[in-house]
């Protein structure tokens, strides 16, 4: 509630100096609302007033003030269904609607793939702080990919085959096994903190120690050889 919108000094416990939420902060502008259907129904009901009243009220504030924001929101939850259910509002969900574009998943836009990896690659280029290129065996194989997990899933492949390699291609092997043919489940995906590539690298290399409990299973999920794994870690 107070991330978006807003609190005074002493609202509650930690408020040490006042906070402007996201409404204040998008004020004569657009605010993105991402997985709106998460809000809880009590926080959905005070989004739902903002919107008809155009007015805020910050949390452990006396008073309100106008809002002049376009209010743009995005959900991969079946929204009618959790209307149905009783887990959205419905007056909300028809406050929301007003233009409502469906996005269908990656694996039914494959022709926006080469351009998805070329954008990631330079992103993460950026932040690792050296080239970031795919094989073409590895392209062919992501294109062959369902990616359930869509962009993200997408993205978390590419950070994790740059983490990887120490040279500016990524190997096929060095992309997550699911990335490199057309196989079921859910997305595979882990959380990388942002740092330098060293650290990027062995934080993902400790992630998959602490998941399989070997240096052995670890280096046969990465795709790479136990003693470059072993070299890896005693860097």
Same mark, same amino acid.
């Given at each position: ?14 408020? %040490?100096?006042? %906070? ?6 998008? +004020? +004569?502008?657009?605010?993105? &609302? ?7 129904? !009590?926080?959905?009901a ?7 009243? $155009? ?5 452990? @504030? ?29 007056? &909300?969900? %028809? ?13 039914? $836009? ?16 950026d932040?690792? +702080? ?21 962009? $993200? ?14 040279? !500016?291609i990524?190997?096929? @092997?060095?992309? !997550?096994? $699911? @990335?490199? +043919? ?10 990388? !903190? ?23 299973? @670890? ?17």
């Open positions: 509630e107070s991330e978006l919108f807003g609190h005074v000094r002493g609202a509650f416990t930690g408020a %040490h100096r006042d %906070h402007a939420g996201a409404f204040a902060r998008a +004020g +004569g502008g657009t605010l993105f &609302l991402d997985e709106v259907a998460e809000l809880p129904l !009590p926080l959905q005070k989004l739902l007033r903002v919107l008809e009243t $155009r007015r805020v009220s910050p949390v452990g @504030a006396e008073r309100e003030f106008e809002v002049d924001v376009r209010v743009v929101s995005a959900t991969h939850r079946p929204l009618e269904r959790w209307v149905r259910d009783g887990q959205f509002r419905e007056d &909300l969900f %028809h406050r929301l609607s007003v233009l409502t574009i469906n996005i269908p998943p990656l694996r039914a $836009r494959k022709g926006d793939l080469a351009l998805l990896i070329q954008t990631f690659s330079r992103s993460i280029s932040e690792l +702080g050296r080239v970031v290129q795919l094989e073409r065996e590895a392209l062919d194989a992501a294109e062959l990919f369902p990616w359930p997990g869509n962009i $993200r899933e997408l993205r978390n492949a590419l950070l994790r085959a740059a983490a990887l390699t120490d040279g !500016p990524c190997k096929r @092997a060095l992309l !997550p096994r $699911r @990335a490199t +043919g057309p196989v079921n489940g859910d997305a595979n995906t882990i959380t990388i !903190p942002r740092g330098t590539f060293t650290e990027m690298k062995r934080a993902l290399i400790r992630h998959y120690l602490a998941e399989h409990g070997s240096i052995r299973k @670890a280096a046969r999920v990465l795709g790479v050889p136990r003693s470059t794994l072993g070299a890896w870690l005693k860097r």
